[in-house]
C-alpha cells in the first residue's frame, strides 16, 4: 500500500528506527517533513576549463595522474597529499589536506574527477572533492543539506529520493492556478523535485522563486490575517477629543511642526476616534521630534476624560520626558506626575490615590509604571518608549491596564521598510522621517587611530568653550582575544591627559542602574566634562551641551548603532562633531565609515546596515524578532516581500479568496498556523 505523505519516515523505503531517529533531531518525522527539508545549497560538479575559470573559484575537472603522490606531514593529526594531474592541456598540482590514506590508492595513469578551489597564480587545487575515475556517472548538481549527527549527503540525498517518490501526486498546492500563471512559478511537485535534483542552475532558480514567493505570501497572509482579527475582536473606546483645545495646544508650542509631524499627528487622532484600538508603532530618527508628538496624541486623550501614560527605559530618559511634557502641557490645566523606583513612602501612596480617583491625568515613568499597585482610573492612551528595550510581558501589562485604551510604541531606530514590515507585520506603522528646521548637521569625520593627537585637541577647543563631551569604547575592560580600546584603560588615559583641568567620568554595563542614573544625571548637570562610556548612552538622554564625540574603534559597531551613538551630540543650538578612530581592513568596514561621513539620514543608514550586515545583525540574533523562514530571505528578496504583501491585501478583500475551491490549500495553512478561522473576517 502506498504511504500516506503524513505517514511516519519509517514509511520511507531503507528508513529504519536508527535512521528514523537521527531524522527527528533534525525535525523530521513525517514524508512531509522530509520533501519540505530543502538543501541551503548546490554543488556544481559541471566539468569546467581551467583557462575560462577566475582565481579562487571552485571548479570540478577530469585528468589523468602524471606523478607519484607525495605526503607530508605537518604536526598531529595535520598533513598535505600532493599529486600532478593533466587535464586538457592544463597540468596543475592537486593538493590534499589530512587525506594521506588516499596515498596507496593513487597512482600514475590513473584518471580521476576533483573538485576544489583553483589557485590560478600558483596552477594549484585544494581538493575538497574526490572520484576515482571519470566524471561520467556524477550529477552535475548536488543538493547539500544542514545535517547533524553520522548522517552523510550521499545517503541522506537517497532517501530524499525515496521519500519523494513515495509521495508523489499527493501534495497539497496551496498557489492557485492564476498566481502560478502570472508569476511564472512551477507546480509544488515540479518545485520540489528541482530543488531537490536539478538538472541545472535554471531549476534551482526557478523552484526557489517558487517557494521564496509561497513562504512570503502566507506569511503576509498570517500578518494580516491576524491584524485584521484583532481589530475585529479588541474592540476600543472612541476618544472624542476636543478639537479645539488641541489645536490651541498645538499653536501654542514654541516651534512650527515639521510636515511629518502634522501627517502622524493626523495618523494617531484619526485612529484615537476610532472605536478599533490603536496598535501602532512610531519610528522617527534621533531628534526628529517624537515625544511632541507624543505630547499631542495624550493632550488629545486627556481633553476627552481619559488618562495617559508613557513609559520609558531609565528613570533619566522618564525623567526628561517628563520635563518636557510638563513644561507644554501644565499650562494647559493638565496634571503631570512622575513615578521611579526610587518613590517611596508617603509621596509614592499620595501619587497611586490621585491616580486612581483620576486627579492625575498623565503619569511618565520606568517600569514602576507596570506595578500591580500602579491603578489607573481611566488610561485612554499608553506609549512605550524605546519599545525593543521592554520585554513583550512588560509591555503587555502596561498596555492591559484598563478598558482596551489606544498603545503607541516609539522607537528612534530607523528600521528599513523591508524588516518592519516583517518583523511588526501585525501593526500600523507610523514614520518620522523628516528634521525640524534649523537644526545643524553633525560633521563627522573617519581618522586612522595615529591621529588620536589632533582630535584630542580639538576635542579641548570645545570644552574650553564650555562644552562636553562623549567618548565611546567597544569594550570595558581589556581583552585577550580582541585588540580594541576599552573603557576603563581610554578611562585612565584622558584622566591623566586632562588633569586639573576637566573632569572625566566612567559609565558602563556592569554598573549597577542607580550608579548609571547618578553618572548620567552629573553629566547632564555639568559637573563631568567627558564621559567615557561604552553603547549604554546609545538611548535617549537629552544633554543640549554635549558637542563632540570620540568613537574608538568604530568599525565593531554596525550603522545603524553609530548613528544612534552620534545623536547623542548635536542636541543644542551650537555645531557638534563626531570623530570615528577606525582602520578597517575590509572593504565593507571602509564603506561603513565612508557612509557615516556622507550622510546624517538614519533611513539611508539603516538599509546600508541592513545590506552590509544582513537582518539577524541589524537587530541582534538573540531578540530580533524576525520570523525564521526556510528559504526566503526578507532582506535580498525584498521585491517579492513587497509583492507578496500587496498580493496578501488583495486576496484578504477579494470574495473569491474565501469561496473559490482553487485557494483551499492557502486557507488551511493559515487556519492550521492560527492566523485565520475559515470564516470570511468580515
Not at 634 to 654: F, G, I, M, N, Q
Request: proline residues 4%; contains cysteine; neutral net charge.
Amino acid at each position: 500500500m502506498t504511504p500516506s505523505i503524513y505517514d511516519s519516515v519509517k514509511s520511507v523505503k531503507g528508513v529504519g528506527k536508527a535512521t528514523a531517529d537521527q531524522l527527528k533531531a533534525i525535525g523530521i518525522s513525517t514524508i512531509h517533513d522530509f520533501v519540505m527539508t530543502f538543501p541551503y545549497r548546490h554543488e556544481d560538479f559541471r566539468l569546467k576549463d581551467l583557462s575560462e575559470t577566475p582565481h579562487n573559484e571552485r571548479v570540478t575537472i577530469e585528468g589523468r595522474i602524471e606523478s607519484e603522490p607525495t605526503v607530508l606531514f605537518l604536526g598531529k593529526n595535520r598533513s598535505r597529499l600532493q599529486v600532478r594531474l593533466l587535464a586538457d592541456r592544463h597540468l596543475v598540482k592537486a593538493v590534499f589536506f589530512n587525506q594521506h590514506y588516499l596515498k596507496d590508492r593513487l597512482a600514475p595513469g590513473m584518471v580521476v574527477t576533483i573538485t576544489g578551489k583553483w589557485d590560478r597564480g600558483r596552477q594549484v587545487i585544494n581538493v575538497s572533492n574526490f572520484k576515482e575515475g571519470p566524471k561520467t556517472a556524477q550529477a552535475d548538481f548536488e543538493p547539500v543539506y544542514s545535517l547533524k549527527g553520522v548522517m552523510h549527503q550521499k545517503t541522506f540525498r537517497r532517501f530524499m529520493r525515496n521519500a519523494l517518490d513515495a509521495a508523489a501526486g499527493q501534495h497539497v498546492e496551496t498557489l492557485p492556478l492564476d498566481v502560478r500563471e502570472a508569476y511564472r512559478l512551477p507546480g509544488i511537485a515540479e518545485a520540489l523535485e528541482m530543488i531537490h535534483f536539478p538538472k541545472s542552475p535554471g531549476d534551482v532558480k526557478q523552484a526557489r522563486r517558487r517557494f521564496v514567493y509561497e513562504e512570503l505570501l502566507l506569511f503576509q497572509l498570517k500578518m494580516l490575517g491576524m491584524k485584521k482579527a484583532r481589530k475585529e475582536a479588541e474592540k476600543g473606546t472612541p476618544v472624542e477629543y476636543d478639537l479645539a483645545k488641541l489645536k490651541n495646544f498645538i499653536a501654542s508650542l514654541p516651534f512650527e511642526l515639521t510636515g511629518a509631524q502634522k501627517r502622524v499627528v493626523n495618523e494617531l487622532c484619526a485612529e484615537l476616534k476610532s472605536p478599533i484600538r490603536m496598535n501602532r508603532l512610531l519610528q522617527g530618527d534621533v531628534g526628529s521630534g517624537k515625544t511632541v508628538v507624543a505630547a499631542i496624541a495624550l493632550y488629545a486623550a486627556i481633553t476627552a476624560g481619559f488618562q495617559g501614560a508613557l513609559m520609558a527605559p531609565t528613570e533619566i530618559l522618564a525623567e526628561q520626558h517628563a520635563t518636557s511634557l510638563a513644561e507644554w502641557l501644565e499650562p494647559h490645566g493638565v496634571s503631570v506626575a512622575f513615578l521611579a523606583g526610587s518613590t517611596k513612602g508617603k509621596a509614592r501612596k499620595s501619587l497611586l490615590e490621585k491616580l486612581e480617583s483620576g486627579e492625575i491625568d498623565l503619569l511618565i515613568g520606568t517600569h514602576a509604571l507596570i506595578q500591580p499597585d500602579v491603578i489607573f482610573k481611566n488610561p485612554g492612551l499608553v506609549i512605550t518608549d524605546e519599545q525593543h528595550r521592554f520585554g513583550v510581558e512588560q509591555r503587555r501589562i502596561l498596555r492591559d491596564k484598563g478598558m482596551n485604551p489606544d498603545v503607541l510604541f516609539m522607537t528612534a531606530t530607523p528600521i528599513p521598510r523591508t524588516l518592519s514590515i516583517t518583523a511588526f507585520g501585525e501593526m500600523d506603522v507610523s514614520i518620522l522621517d523628516e528634521l525640524p528646521a534649523g537644526r545643524k548637521k553633525i560633521e563627522t569625520h573617519w581618522l586612522k587611530e595615529e591621529s588620536l593627537l589632533p582630535v584630542l585637541r580639538k576635542m579641548e577647543n570645545e570644552l574650553h568653550a564650555g562644552r562636553q563631551a562623549y567618548v565611546i569604547c567597544p569594550l570595558i575592560e581589556e581583552s585577550d582575544k580582541l585588540d580594541v580600546q576599552n573603557a576603563v584603560d581610554v578611562h585612565g588615559q584622558l584622566s591623566t591627559h586632562f588633569k586639573g583641568k576637566y573632569t572625566v567620568g566612567l559609565m558602563h554595563g556592569r554598573l549597577h542602574a542607580d550608579e548609571k542614573d547618578a553618572i548620567m544625571r552629573e553629566f547632564s548637570d555639568g559637573k563631568i566634562d567627558v564621559l567615557v562610556s561604552t553603547t549604554v548612552v546609545e538611548v535617549g538622554v537629552n544633554v543640549p551641551n554635549a558637542t563632540f564625540m570620540l568613537i574608538y574603534d568604530a568599525t565593531r559597531f554596525g550603522l545603524a548603532q553609530l548613528h544612534q551613538l552620534r545623536g547623542r551630540v548635536g542636541r543644542g543650538a551650537e555645531q557638534s562633531y563626531c570623530v570615528l578612530l577606525a582602520d578597517p581592513k575590509t572593504e565593507d568596514g571602509k564603506e561603513r565609515m565612508q557612509t557615516m561621513t556622507e550622510t546624517n539620514d538614519g533611513f539611508v543608514l539603516a538599509e546600508k546596515d541592513l545590506e552590509l550586515r544582513g537582518a539577524g545583525d541589524f537587530f541582534g540574533k538573540k531578540q530580533s524578532g524576525m520570523p525564521e523562514f526556510k528559504v526566503a530571505d526578507p532582506v535580498h528578496d525584498y521585491r517579492a516581500l513587497e509583492t507578496a504583501r500587496k498580493d496578501a491585501e488583495k486576496l484578504l478583500e477579494s470574495p473569491h479568496f474565501w469561496t473559490d475551491p482553487e485557494y483551499a490549500g492557502l486557507k488551511v495553512q493559515l487556519e492550521e498556523s492560527g492566523a485565520l478561522s475559515l470564516e470570511r473576517l468580515d
